[in-house]
């Protein structure tokens, strides 16, 4: 085990909200069959910050963090998901859900991401010889039913770490509700996500993509990664942006709604704004919501489309990759880093990343 010979990692405990995390030191134990990961670095996620507020639950204790990629450190039998061995020292991104292939959402409607014996990196309790399952800790242990690349030796860290779970989830939903060259789009969050979003729709022809946030930092960022328009909720009302938008879409209203900041109006407003046949894809609403004011005779009327997507099928991880290899001299990938904190420091961490003065705040152990 060269890169631990000491077999002992030290992981980032979330205990609950409201409480610090706990730094502490747990063995490693390691078979042929999963891979053990040195982690190069970790994000820290929206859906981290739900968690350690509260407004999604979570089994404790437990290691968050999915955004996180890494070295192998160990001998395994496993592969990566085009079949070449995984030696120690290589770089990887791998899905951040495990599947089986063969359970009715694997097989039957092509959801491995919702594989009946899924298990979610980041996201789940541990205890015993399974604590090493996020990515705030020196090391992770990946399961059979991973899938796992190579990271391109053109890729940076700070490029890669998001892609297993926010551009990957972007490709998957856009994917799923269709581009088409040459459209029109608003998209509804100028996070990271929202960013992925702007550049990705960009690169697939989209004349129009218009942006709506209120944080006008992030505003001023979206218009490196394409947006052709920019919207700050606080100072323009949904109105005036529903007026400007017909302007520039010749009265018809904009093609395609992307839905990616989990705020209760974004739905609602993107059906407005939508022209008749519009489609909307929702990928924010990652936490429970009492109720969102949906005119259900707007949706009806005038013929929207409307898909909700939740992670993403792993082989997009692929299509993540390559977007980001084929892109990176364009688009400022890796500046979407901001501060970066020791794992030592995680507790800073997470109040520089509830601030959002940044995009992500990374963690290198």
Known sequence: MSENSDGVAQVAL????????????????????????????????GSDLHTVSGRRGAEVPCVLGHEVIGTVADRTDICSVDGKPLG???????????SCGGCHYCENKNLPQKCQT???????????ENVLTGGFATHIKLRKGTTIYHIPDSINDAEAVPINCALSTV??????????????????GAGMLGLYAACFLREEGYKVVAIVDKNESRLQ??????????FNADTVSTEEIGTILKETTHGYGV?????????PSALPNLCGWLTIGGRCVTLGYVYPLDSVPLNLHQLVTKCISLKGVHNYHPHVLKSALS???NN??????????????????????????????????????
């Not at 069959?33 to 982690?39: A, E, I, R, S, W």
């Not at 899924?118 to 015993?128: D, L, S, W």
Request: contains cysteine.
């Open 328 to 365: 990176r001299m364009k688009y400022p990938f890796s500046e979407l880093i901001g501060q970066t904190y020791p794992l030592s420091k995680i507790n800073a961490a997470f109040e520089a990343a509830f601030r959002q003065d940044t995009i992500r705040v990374a963690i290198c152990p």
């Open 14 to 45: 979330f205990k609950g909200v409201g409480m610090p995390f706990e730094l502490c030191e747990v063995p490693i134990t390691n078979t042929a069959n999963t891979v053990l990961v040195k982690v190069s670095l970790a994000t820290i996620c």
């Open 255 to 263: 093609d395609l709604g992307v839905e990616v900041s989990g705020a």
């Open 171 to 188: 490709v998957n939903g856009l994917q799923q509700i269709g581009t088409r060259s040459g459209e029109t789009a608003v998209i509804h």
């Open 323 to 325: 977007f980001i290899e």
């Open 88 to 98: 120690i020292g290589d770089r990887i991104a791998w899905s951040l859900t495990t």
């Open 221 to 230: 960022i979206a218009k490196q990664f394409g947006a052709t328009h920019t």
């Open 118 to 128: 899924m298990f979610k990196y980041g996201h789940a309790q541990g205890v015993g």
